[in-house]
């Protein structure tokens, strides 16, 4: 039978590796939130900026037609595609600018709710201290150091850069005769049991086979039935379909 | 009970929920709102559940996900920016600036100060002038207010059609430095303090030598009118980061992380007044402080005038209990 150490009574718990972020709603639900790292904000910035470059430079090739006129526009443009972009894309796009979209990215507040007005703009008014003293020095080492990779402006407006959810498929469990465990399983065990059921379409044969040999002896069969004893307990687990 | 029969009970709950939040995320206005608030919580409860009896990673994440969006929609923190923008300009703005006095103070006594200062400076010692401001510009400045030019400006030799440029280019540039200066404060304070303090200092050299040099009557015609909100939407905008910085040096009984955030919430609508007071020197600066057809008398009376609407807004407005609501 598999054990599952337990905690002495008042030991803290190691941080996890992972980096999810977990909020707790008023209704007592933990929602984790993955926090989104260094690299792919850098990216997501990258093509943000690109994408600024080029409607700047479309505008201005069209706008020198205009003149005097132009010149005016275009300074009110620059204005406001330097400054507002982020904000405007942030606020009316779900917290998507497009290079996050593009990068599956999404800003929210801390409690996870959509980013409003006032700390959208917030966070891109002080992406100024951020780029200090030069290409998002003090951004990146406060991007690093904070556990859910915040940077100066997220710091200050209580905002937070997430992966976006992605829409789930359903496994497919592969069809076995239900069967009961031969002890009773706990909870952990019998979501590890599930787990496994559900993504071994991620594993390769062989590995799918090693992973589920480890259980040959507890569940008191072959190794090389193992893998079929346990599809068959989550079957019997999940219930007729 | 087992997990089938769990699903097949709630599916087709489930699946309303999720057209309802795809109609919500939308900002279609969706019929059927009134009962959200309970099918939110139900699917929580069903959630819930699913964690507690152990059911599959695929039912709880998918479950995860309609409460994370439930959670979106249910909670979202509504703007009190947009909606009550009368109220803002009426009231709470000049109220926020009151409460935060001791802020502005500081920020107006660096920035002032230090404009006042160097001006007496420079106008006293006029070599000073050199040893701030590089040649080329200083000699920029002249010809742009120099009184046998007949114009003003930026441009000596611009014209009426370009109000509209300069219209653009003083939105711009002016709304930059305010950002700029607010910002800096993230860094203790100490970027708007200096901000507040080199502007100051730039635009009180200048003053400073073009007084000395005669040049007096253009400068301080052209400049008094939208002057008044300027220089003041500067101060406020270092108050503002002031405020940040202060946020960070003396927490109170607050983490600073947090301590951070409070401070950060309210100067953010320091910011948007800021933001409106130089919408409207702009608009000054480049509709009417450029005009040159008027006496200078004139633009001295309107521009006192400009300076006590600022002092008097920022003074007294909001402060009847029931005034603008």
């Known amino acids: 039978m598999l054990k599952t150490t337990a905690l002495p009574g008042k030991a803290t718990l190691a941080p996890p590796l992972d980096t999810r972020y977990h909020v707790e709603t008023p209704e007592g639900i933990d929602l984790p939130l993955r926090p989104a790292g260094l690299m792919v904000r850098a990216l997501a910035f990258a093509i943000d900026l690109g994408l600024r470059g080029v409607i700047l430079g479309l505008l201005f090739i069209m706008l020198a037609f205009l003149g005097k006129l132009g010149a005016g526009l275009g300074s009110i443009l620059l204005f406001v595609v330097s400054w507002w972009y982020m904000v405007l894309f942030e606020v009316l796009n779900q917290g998507r600018s497009p290079g996050k979209q593009w990068m599956g990215l999404r800003v929210v507040h801390d409690d996870g709710t959509p980013i409003g007005w006032s700390a959208s703009l917030l966070r891109n008014l002080l992406r100024f201290v951020d780029m200090l003293p030069f290409g998002y020095f003090l951004g990146a080492i406060s991007c690093l150091q904070h556990p859910t990779f915040k940077r100066l402006g997220d710091l200050a407006a209580g905002t937070l850069v997430i992966y976006r959810e992605q829409p789930l498929t359903r496994p497919q469990l592969p069809d076995v005769p239900p069967r009961r465990a031969a002890f009773a399983l706990t909870l952990t065990e019998q979501r590890a049991i599930l787990g496994f059921a559900e993504r071994q379409g991620e594993l390769s044969e062989a590995r799918a086979n090693e992973l589920a040999s480890i259980l040959a002896q507890p569940l008191q069969v072959s190794k090389p039935q193992a893998r079929a004893e346990l599809n068959g307990i989550a079957r019997g687990l999940l219930g007729p379909t | 009970m087992k997990q089938s029969l769990f699903e097949s009970r709630h599916q087709a709950e489930w699946e309303q929920f999720a057209l309802m939040l795809g109609r919500l995320e939308r900002g279609k206005d969706a019929s059927g709102i009134a009962s959200f608030p309970n099918d939110y919580r139900r699917i929580c409860h069903h959630l819930a559940l699913a964690r507690e009896r152990g059911y599959s990673s695929f039912l709880i994440d998918s479950l995860q996900q309609q409460v994370l969006r439930g959670h979106q929609q249910l ?56 040893n701030l401001i590089p040649a080329e510009q200083v000699s920029e400045m002249q010809s742009m207010y120099d009184p046998a030019a007949g114009h003003l400006g930026r441009l000596a030799d611009r014209a009426a059609s370009e109000d509209w440029v300069m219209f653009g280019y003083y939105i711009m540039h002016n709304i930059g430095i305010a950002f700029q200066t607010f910002a800096s404060g993230l860094l203790f304070g100490l970027g708007s303090a200096f901000f507040l303090f080199y502007n100051g200092l730039m635009i009180g050299a200048v003053a400073g030598h073009l007084t000395h040099i005669g040049y007096g009557q253009t400068f301080w015609s052209f400049v008094i009118g939208h002057g008044a909100f300027e220089l003041s939407a500067i101060a406020l905008a270092g108050a503002a980061g002031l405020q940040l910085g202060w946020a960070l040096i003396a927490p109170g009984r607050l983490p600073r992380a947090e301590a951070l955030q409070l401070a950060a919430r309210k100067s953010v609508l320091l910011i948007c007044g800021v933001m409106l007071f130089l919408l409207i020197a702009a608009f000054i600066e480049a509709y009417w402080s450029s005009r040159t057809g008027l006496t200078p008398l004139t633009k001295y009376l309107v521009g006192a005038a400009l300076w006590c609407l600022v002092a008097t807004y920022l003074l007294f407005a909001g402060r009847t209990r029931h005034a603008p609501e």
């Open chain 2, 75 to 130: 909670y979202r923190h509504r703007s009190r920016l947009g909606a009550n923008v009368l109220s803002f300009i009426l009231a709470d703005f000049p109220r926020l600036v009151r409460e935060q006095w001791r802020f502005v103070l500081a920020a107006s006594l660096i920035f002032f100060g230090s404009l006042i200062g160097f001006a007496l400076l420079v106008y006293l010692f006029p070599e000073l002038i050199y």
